[in-house]
């Protein structure tokens, strides 16, 4: 049975830091390309980072500068620091792991919430 749980979201200040993290069990971790999405309400779930199983990076133009993705492979973990929080920043965040479209799996998402 495939699980990503993520964990590490929370009510912060602008500015302010948040690290979440997604565990994965279930799956060949080192193998998937693995993502952060978000989705504030009425809004649709976008990309915010991901790393290929290579370790190459890439961020949404909001997160440019501001997030750092990073995987651990030996711990089956992925990682998202988020540093310089803004209000515009508050949604639910999703970690995602992919392989091929018909072979991705989703985790049920953490609060984050930027207040001014």
């Known amino acids: 049975q495939v699980q990503l749980v993520e964990s590490g979201g929370g009510l912060v200040q602008s500015g302010g830091s948040l690290r979440l993290s997604c565990a994965a069990s279930g799956i060949l971790f080192r193998l998937y390309t693995m993502g952060w999405y978000r989705q504030a309400p009425g809004k649709q779930r976008e990309l915010v980072a991901a790393?290929?199983?290579?370790?190459?990076?890439n961020y949404a133009d909001s997160a440019q500068g501001r997030f750092t993705i990073s995987r651990d492979n030996a711990k089956n973990t992925v990682y998202l620091q988020m540093n310089s929080l803004k209000p515009e920043d508050t949604a639910v965040y999703y970690c995602?792991?992919?392989?091929?479209?018909?072979?991705?799996?989703w985790g049920q998402g953490t609060q984050v919430t930027v207040s001014s």
């Open positions: 995602n792991a992919y392989l091929t479209v018909v072979n991705g799996h």
């Open positions: 790393i290929t199983r290579g370790g190459s990076a």
